[in-house]
């Protein structure tokens, strides 16, 4: 079978022709909801699926997006189209936040999912606040249903972000008891960062949850959330997820400061997640001259031996215009803006999330999960280079999503131009 025919729900027994690329090769075999060694016996028997012809495509591991905001997804319009800095968008949400409703927030979230299934994405973090008006926590039941709707075709992880005003007391302990996954907060924006970190992690503790927060979100090089995340995490089991979001100030302190926090860091087990798109938008709007850009040093991060993931962020709210749930566009921006190499942005794009997330690897080893992504594309460069239009998404060895791009043109009209034959003096044909 030709993948150009798969459709979602057919199930593969094995891949064939595909275009060798990282660390999978030209076949790959899956049974058990695993890749198994792909010899010759097994390709030939084709059972429990189809055999698949897969020339002139790549397979690539599937995308986890480590940042969402599913609570504010597409509501740029809606809110009044701002245009600026983080804190002209918080300023937005808190003037409208509180007409959100909870079947605003299900729709707009359920379109995000389904945008990232198409993309590749199988696993999305997303962060939710507790919602201005009579009804707080209408964001975490509204986000707890998806995560059962979506379940088995995207895991999704629900951060349950308190402000620094809200306390995660009485919102947080009905927030748990709801079934949120981790603990979430904002300790750069508070009065005292210290202290709003002790509390979300003494919080995270009396519930034996990990804690994913956001960490250092501002140019001010001394901001110092990430070493303190590190500091107060280090004596944690090594199961329970510390995530640090943005991290953005380390890129603009020295290399004798940011190598001794990645250091901590790495040793503490906290894993760094990077947001390109939104904080390429909202960060240094007061810098007219020579602008910051709001990228942590992502090399230097990799090199320290800390986990690097990656996220989208917010997708067409207040925070970012901008954004469709694709992490093909994130892993690009890491290459143009990060000054990762394609193979490492994807890397960082989807194995590095899955790592991050608590999900087993998906690198088309043997014994791992049976989850890729095909690529119509000859490299991983190519893949980021053309956006991936064409792509077929394979969970637990089944085919969940199929993205196709169909063009056409009034070039398709005309008649093709008599081939060349007649050669000229100089070899060349005319």
Known sequence: MDAELLQPGQRIAALTGLTACGEIGDRLAFAGGVVVDADASQLAGGAGGETVDATGWIALPPLAD???????GYTWTSFGQPEGSLDDAIACWIDHGENHSS???????????????????????????????????????????????????VDLQIVASPG????????????????????????????????????NAAFAEEFGL???????????????????????????????????????????????????????????????ITNPLTNLYLQGWQNPIATPRGIPPLREILAAGVTLAAGGDNVQDPFNPLGNADMVDVASELVVAGHLTPAEAWHVSSNGGRAAFGLPPARGRVGDVADVVLVRAAHTAEALAERAPDRIVIRDGRVIAVRRRVVSSVLDLRALPTPPSAPTSEGALL
């Open 210 to 272: 990990g804690m994913d927060l956001h960490t250092d979100e501002t140019l001010d090089a001394a901001s110092t959330g990430l070493a303190e995340l590190a500091a107060r995490t280090r004596h944690w089991p090594a199961g329970v997820i510390r995530s640090a979001g943005h991290c953005v100030s380390l890129s603009m302190q020295d290399a004798e400061t940011r190598a001794r926090t990645l250091a901590a860091v790495a040793e503490a087990g906290v894993s760094i």
């Open 66 to 72: 480590l940042h969402a905001h599913l609570d504010k």
């Open 103 to 153: 079947d605003d927030i299900k729709a707009a979230a359920r379109r995000h999912l389904v945008a990232a299934l198409h993309a590749g994405v199988t696993a999305v973090r997303s962060h939710t606040n507790y919602h201005l008006g009579d009804d707080p926590l209408r964001g975490v039941r509204a986000l707890i249903e998806l995560r059962d709707e979506f379940a088995g075709i």
């Open 164 to 199: 620094a005003s809200d306390g995660p007391d009485d919102l947080g302990r009905a927030a748990v008891a709801l079934g949120i996954d981790l603990i979430g907060g904002f300790p750069h924006l508070a009065e005292d960062p210290g202290a709003d970190l002790e509390r």
